[in-house]
C-alpha cells in the first residue's frame, strides 16, 4: 500500500533542516521509523508518490557521490525532481548575494538542498528562503549522514537507547552531528581525536545537555583504545577532509595511533559493527580487513542515505 501524505509528519512540512538540534527526540525517532516505512515498500517495488510536482534545488559548493545520487534518486521515487545546481552554475559564483539568490530560488523550487563550506551561510539561506533549506554537509555539521547512520543502527541492533558508539578520527562535522544525535536519542557516545583535532566545545556542551535527557553518557578522549572499549559502533571517517588537502602530511603524523584495525575492533564488543561515512581510503583511517570485513556496514549505511533522505523530504516537503 501506498504510505498516504496523511502519514507523513505533517508537523515537519516547511521546517529546514539544518542541525540536528533543531530538532526533537521524537521527531528523529518520527523520521527514522518513517524511513524505514518508505526502505520497506521500496524494497516490494511498491511507490510513494508523495513529492509528484516537486522540485528540490541541489546548491553543491563541495563534490559529492551519496549526497548527490541519494536526494537526485529519493526525489525521483517520491515522484518529484531534483536539479543539480554547483556554484558555477549559479551567479552566487560571480557575486550575488546569497539572500538574493535564496530568493529567487524560492519562487522556483519547492526546497533546496546545499552542500557547501560555510555553516552561516547555510543559515543565511534558509533565514531568506521561503522554502525548507537541507543541510547536505558543511564544515561544523552533516545532519543527512547522521539521520541515515541512526537508520542503520536501528536496524542492525533493533534499538538506539543504551547502544555504545565509539567515534576515531577528526572531530570534524561527523564527530559533531554523531555527538548530538547519538546523544539525543540515548547512545553512549565517545569521540576519540588527537589532541588539536577534538571537537568544537561548545558543540560538546550541546551534546551532553542531550546526554544527561536521555540518560546517556558522551565522552571526549585523546585515547582510541579507552573509547572503543565495549563499543557497538566502531565509526571513523578521513583523515583530512575536502579543502584540508595540504594538511594530508601532518594530520597522518598526527592520526598514526587512530587508525581503525583488527586490533581497535577487538577492544570492542564481539558483535561490534564498523561504519564509516565514505568515501573510504583503506591503509589510512581504516585497515581494508576491516573495511571490508564481516563486521562492516559500510555500504548498508550508504544505501539508507537515500532512505533516510526519502523521509526527511517528503515530511519537509509533501502537501
Known sequence: MVIGVKETLKGLKGRDFLTLADYTR?????????????????????????????????????????????????????????????????Q???GETIADTAQVLSGYLDGIMIRTFSQTDVEELANKAS?????GLTDVYHPCQVLADLLTIKEIKGQLQGVKIAYIGDGNNMAHSLMLGGSML??????ASPKGYQPD????????????????????????REAVQQADIIYT??????????EQAKREVAFADFQVNRELMQLAKNEGNFMHCLPAHRGEEVTAEV???????????AENRLHAQKALLAALMSD
Open 201 to 224: 566545545e561548545e558543540i560538546v556542551t550541546e551534546a551532553s545537555k542531550r546526554a544527561d535527557q536521555s540518560d546517556a553518557s558522551l565522552l571526549i578522549t585523546d585515547d582510541a
Open 186 to 191: 540515548g547512545m553512549d557516545v565517545a569521540i
Open 291 to 301: 573495511m571490508d570485513g564481516l563486521q562492516s556496514v559500510v555500504f548498508q549505511q
Open 237 to 246: 571517517d578521513v583523515w583530512a577532509s575536502m579543502g584540508q588537502e595540504a
Open 26 to 90: 521524537e521527531e528523529i525517532e518520527e523520521l527514522i521509523d518513517f524511513a524505514q516505512r518508505l526502505k520497506a515498500n521500496h524494497k516490494i517495488g511498491k511507490p510513494d508518490p508523495l513529492l509528484q510536482g516537486k522540485t528540490l534545488g541541489m546548491i553543491f559548493e563541495k563534490s559529492s557521490t551519496r549526497t548527490r545520487v541519494s536526494f537526485e534518486v529519493g526525489m525521483y521515487q517520491l515522484g518529484g525532481n531534483g536539479i543539480f545546481l554547483s556554484s558555477n552554475d549559479l
Open 92 to 94: 552566487i559564483g560571480r
Open 131 to 135: 522554502i525548507p533549506v537541507i543541510n
